[in-house]
């Protein structure tokens, strides 16, 4: 079935390494996407987000890429922090008011 | 940014009985809210789409007798898991929409043990 899903469970990188996060969706018709991180025990929490007319976004240490000739999204976090330890989610809408459909999700560990 | 409340955060229950699980949004309207469940290591699955003042909409496989969801204001959705069996024991998660975009704000998540 279409859904999200996640190139890699796990990513260890070193702290202030820059972190690459990638995800793969099969639906065209998803026109909005987010970036989700969740700490264990805890619900998801936003990250940042990017519609389906735009390749590129960024945030504070955060970009999100957008590539939909391939369907592929990814996550990049700068000079990564041991706080920055979780999982993260990526998450494909296909309509305001609709529920999201998420990815199986990537464990990103920080070492010091 | 929009704020989500999630009661219980951890609950504890015999099998057979009953456990409500609320979802609120503090400072904003939410006219659909959403419940995913959660097992451990795995990704959020979406339960059911909850709508103010009409019937929720479940997703195939998820029996809506025993997962009775009510929206009864446009800040409040609750969760009842009715019957609890150790096989309920999950993590559920809340979120809600302001309407803007679909950015979704999520609750912290109830932790439901069912002994």
Known sequence: G???GLHLPTLSVQEGDNSIINCAYSNSASDYFIWYKQESGKGPQFIIDIRSNMDKRQGQRVTVLLNKTVKH???QIAATQPGDSAVYFCAESRGAGTALIFGKGTTLSVSS | GAVVSQHPSWVICKSGTSVKIECRSLDFQATTMFWYRQFPKQ?????ATSNEGSK???EQGV?????LINHASLTLSTLTVTSAHPED???YICSAGTGDKNIQYF???TRLSVL
């Open chain 1, 2 to 4: 279409e859904s999200v």
């Open chain 1, 73 to 75: 999204l990814s996550l």
């Open chain 2, 63 to 67: 029996e809506k007798d025993k997962f």
């Open chain 2, 56 to 58: 929720a909409t479940y």
């Open chain 2, 89 to 91: 024991s999950s993590f």
């Open chain 2, 107 to 109: 609750g912290a998540g």
């Open chain 2, 43 to 47: 990704s959020l699955m979406l339960m």
